[in-house]
């Protein structure tokens, strides 16, 4: 049990690192258009040429005939480990140009193709995964905050506090949001930088998804409030925040650390869902969810497959977390038994 | 036991099918005065299917706004002069011959006599003016009724005879006879009644029953089933006929599904189900090319369309609202030289090819090449050049700073927003591009994707926009129609509208030029206006000219006289004529039948 956990946090603990440290894998800016090369298909990588087999693998430049892709085999481009290109920084703080991998112009490393201005999707992807990682991060702790809080107060005081807050929770779940969302956009100022833009996304999904998690807080807290330590303390004079801090915050850990893992997913999601309707990041800046939105054109879903890069990405990213909260949820289980 | 449900559920279909028969052609009668089409001689018979995006709002001619709307009511009603689509010119309708007075003020027109409505009633000089009056009843608030008042003063009717009408106009008035078109000729004996009780607006929607919607089109209403699709069926009193005089038209039945977007269109008639398709993009369109060896569909690329896609900067006079960020732009977007520069720095040729797929063609004016007759061929097509743009922003005060910043002259970053549709895929890859080529010099530009009707409202109310990317132009190629973007009153005057007084001499210069060639009578003279309207329009920008998409149309093989158009509707114009070389089964799949 306890290495399946470690298998699954090392494995996202990667997976995070790659996506902090886009700009070295990555190796072109997400925004650099190729505009002679649209909807460019992956390159192969080759080891094999007419003189036999190299070590190190190579590409050949892609070129357009009438309307369709041929490699132009006439020369090879070597794939060169930790070459210099395009600025980038990582974490704000780290400033380089060294990029993991990169091939000699005129040729062009596509991993997963290009989209329809010549961006390598690669690269987007990796970038992308950024924003939308980190919004369902840090959505993820924004609800949680706010639902703990709440929770808390809820179940510890219950009666009108109680009632109205839970109330109010109910209301939340039950808005249609996605169409209340599309209506707000309208009105929104037009000057929203991208990075305002983020930050509303996070404050938007965090703030929409305090609800379930204040619910659950609220019954662990219940049920910890009526317990006999509980009502020993209290008969010793402890104050609430005594009680708060020391007997029934930590009862709430478990449940919050299963939460946050299955939020994270959703959260996700919920950031390619609304960039999918244009209410996200806007270009050039990527995300997975406006990367997918260009699929909401049936020529470009019937016609470029690899454009599906970023709903595989989601689908990795949503299981290996799911089966996180999976383990998470049963080692408390056996823990308290 | 299965199958003898299925055969007695076909034999059951067989029958229901025979009994809803469309009616035949009523036999030629010599006192009619029939239109002799040109073209092939198709055979009677068949239905054919429309996939449309939406359903249409009305039924009603006078009232209806809509494309779609129009496209199924183009079908049941016709004019007295019509556009031939195909040749762009003017042609008798069901008036069969007119007559120009020489100062161009009085049009006398002679109806074709012997002409039946779909319900047999005939049709002479009362339905005429009666159909004028609704049009031009403020009360009614037909659309159309702009095209009928010149210079603030409408346009007369008087009945001569049973079979003649005389139009008188306020002034002469160029290429008059192009404003009958698509206006509808309305039975009097129908729509008086409701007329005079003031219910005109109501009557005409899709719950009418069919006998009462009456035209004098090729088609007439058989069913309409809300959500779901609406059934035209021959009119057989129809007044054209081929020339082997058969009577017009050749289809039993014209059938127009609501699929619901471009893509269903796309796939609908992929998959057999739908027999036209028109409006593609170039993107459904290279698909469709892909598979043409398996469907074996006629698939045409007629060229440059009249849609004019551009960028336009908010110049409206934002004094009176609380907009202080944006009017100090305007300042950035006043500067011919600044908009000079942007559009010297935008790279058309990939707009072109990586929007259109090559399918289109890169505009510097406000007419392409697709319209042959008035496009100023002297309008010059600079090529991208960066240092152009650089030189133009230097010159007019702009420098850089360390991270290659554009700066205006007072040390302010230069940002913009750019909105556009975000329904429109390729005006928001547009905008995508135009982000990238003006960042090259050193502009931030946000695009800001907009519900369709947000933008408008953006664009025509609040004026709470700074930069917007749209197209317009489609309908006529004469230059009449344009009259309301450029003169400086013009309702879709777009970069300043609400003008009370031209904001410069190139606008009030644009003014005269367009009021002188709508009374010019002459051809070569009205060209020499409009070329220097056109240069005028180029040089001064108030539109940075992007691009104009092919129009692109497909149709099964088996669909005969198919001869899509450039102009509005594209493939349906000749409807009457359309035919299945053999039966289709298009009906079947679509699982209708």
């Known amino acids: 049990m306890r290495t399946k956990t470690l298998i699954l946090l090392s494995t996202l603990a990667a997976l995070h690192l790659i996506v902090i440290f886009a700009g070295f894998i990555a190796p072109y800016d997400p925004g650099l258009q190729n505009r002679e090369l649209p909807y460019a298909p992956p390159n192969r990588l080759h080891f094999v040429d007419a003189s036999g087999f190299h070590l190190r693998p190579f590409v050949y430049a892609s070129m357009l005939v009438f309307d369709a892709y041929q490699e132009d085999r006439t020369h090879e481009y070597p794939v060169h480990l930790f070459v210099r290109g395009d600025n980038y920084t990582a974490l704000g703080i780290f400033r380089s140009n060294v990029h993991l991998f990169r091939v000699d112009e005129p040729a062009h490393i596509f991993l997963f193709g290009a989209d329809g201005f010549g961006r390598d999707e690669f690269s987007r992807l990796l970038y992308g995964g950024q924003i939308s990682l980190a919004a369902g991060v840090l959505a993820t702790l924004l609800s949680l905050t706010a639902g703990t809080i709440i929770g808390t107060v809820s179940g510890y005081y219950g009666k009108w506090v109680d009632e109205s807050l839970m109330g109010s929770a109910e209301l939340f779940l039950s808005l249609p949001w996605l169409y209340f969302l599309i209506a707000v956009r309208a009105f929104l100022p037009l000057h929203v930088s991208p990075a305002g833009t983020f930050l509303l996304l996070i404050c938007v999904i965090g703030l929409i998804g305090w609800a379930r998690p204040a619910r659950l807080v609220r019954g662990v807290v219940l049920s910890a409030r009526a317990r006999n330590y509980v009502s020993a303390a209290r008969g010793f004079g402890a104050s609430d925040l005594y009680l708060l801090q020391r007997h029934i915050f930590p009862e709430t850990f478990g449940v919050l650390l299963t939460q946050a893992a299955l939020l994270v997913p959703q959260y996700v999601a919920a950031e390619a869902t609304l960039s999918f309707f244009g209410l996200g990041v806007s270009e050039p800046v990527p995300s997975w969810g406006n990367m997918l939105s260009t699929l909401q054109q049936y020529n470009v879903l019937v016609s470029y497959s690899w454009l599906l890069a970023p709903a595989g990405a989601l689908v990795v990213t949503s299981v290996i977390y799911w089966l996180l909260a999976d383990a998470l949820h049963s080692r408390l289980k056996s823990h308290s038994i | ?593």
């Open chain 2, 1 to 593: 036991m299965k199958l003898i449900a299925r055969l007695a559920l076909f034999v059951c279909l067989l029958a229901a099918s025979c009994v809803a028969a469309a009616p035949t052609p009523v036999p030629l009668n010599p006192a009619e005065e029939l239109q002799h089409v040109e073209g092939e001689v198709g055979r009677y018979g068949g239905h054919l299917v429309i996939g449309q995006r939406s359903e249409p709002k009305t039924l009603n001619p006078v009232t209806a706004t809509d494309a779609v709307s129009r496209e199924v009511i183009g079908r049941l009603m016709a004019d007295l002069i019509t556009i031939n689509r195909a040749s762009q010119q003017s042609e008798p309708g069901l008036a069969k011959s007119w007559t120009t007075s020489a100062d161009g003020r009085t049009f006398t027109l002679k109806l074709r006599k012997g002409m039946r409505f779909s319900d047999a009633h005939p049709f002479d000089a009362d339905d005429v003016i009666f159909s004028f009056t609704v049009y031009l009843d403020e009360a009614v608030n037909s659309p159309q009724r702009d095209l009928l008042i010149i210079d603030g003063k409408p346009l007369t009717v008087t009945k001569l005879d049973q079979y003649t009408v005389r139009f008188t106009l306020p002034h002469s008035y160029a290429a008059a006879e192009r404003i009958f078109d698509g206006l509808a000729m309305l039975p009097k004996h129908i729509l008086e009644k409701p007329y005079r009780e003031g219910r005109f607006a109501q009557t005409w929607t899709l719950n009418t029953p069919p006998a009462e919607v009456v035209g004098l089109g090729p088609f007439r209403v058989k069913e309409y089933l809300a959500g779901q699709r609406i059934v035209l069926e021959r009119n057989p009193y129809y007044w054209k006929a081929d020339h082997d005089n058969h009577r017009l038209p050749y289809l039993d039945e014209l059938v127009f599904l609501f699929v619901g977007s471009e893509d269903a269109q796309v796939m609908r008639f992929e998959a057999g189900e739908t027999d036209m398709v028109s409006r593609l993009s170039s993107e459904n369109f290279a698909l469709l090319t892909k598979e043409r060896t398996r469907t074996g569909s006629q698939l045409v690329d007629l060229g440059p369309s009249l849609e004019y896609n551009f960028l336009v900067f908010n110049l409206n006079d934002l004094a009176t609202k609380k907009l202080n960020i944006i009017s100090g732009k305007q300042t950035w977007f006043r500067d011919l030289k600044f908009r000079q520069a942007v559009s010297a720095a935008i790279d058309r040729d990939s707009i072109v090819r990586l929007v259109y797929g090559a399918r289109g063609t890169a505009l510097w004016g406000n007419v392409g090449p697709g319209n042959k007759l008035w496009v100023n061929q002297a309008i010059p097509h600079p090529q991208r050049s960066l240092d152009a743009s650089r030189q133009l922003l230097k010159s007019a005060g702009f420098s850089w700073n360390n991270a290659s910043q554009l700066l205006d002259p007072s040390g302010k970053a230069v940002e913009f927003s750019i909105i556009t549709s975000s329904s429109n895929t390729q005006r928001m890859k547009m905008a995508t591009l135009v982000q990238d080529d003006l960042a090259h010099l050193g502009m931030q530009v946000h695009v800001v994707p907009l519900d369709f009707r947000a933008m408008l409202d953006r664009v025509f109310q609040s004026f709470d926009y700074e930069a917007a990317i749209m197209g317009l132009g489609g309908g006529d190629p004469d230059p009449n129609p344009e009259m309301n973007v450029w003169l400086s009153s013009g309702s879709t005057h777009l970069w300043h509208l609400e003008e009370t007084q031209p904001a410069s001499d190139w606008e009030r210069e644009i003014d005269q030029l367009m009021q002188q060639q709508m009374i010019t009578l002459n051809y070569e003279k009205r060209k020499r206006l409009y070329n220097r309207v056109q240069q005028l329009i180029a040089e001064n920008l108030p539109f940075v000219f992007l691009a104009t998409p092919n129009v692109l149309a497909g149709a099964k093989a088996q669909v005969g006289n198919f001869h899509p158009a450039v102009l509005d509707h594209y493939t349906l114009w000749n409807a009457d004529q359309l035919y299945l070389r053999t039966e289709t089964r298009g009906m079947e799949r679509a699982g209708i039948r």
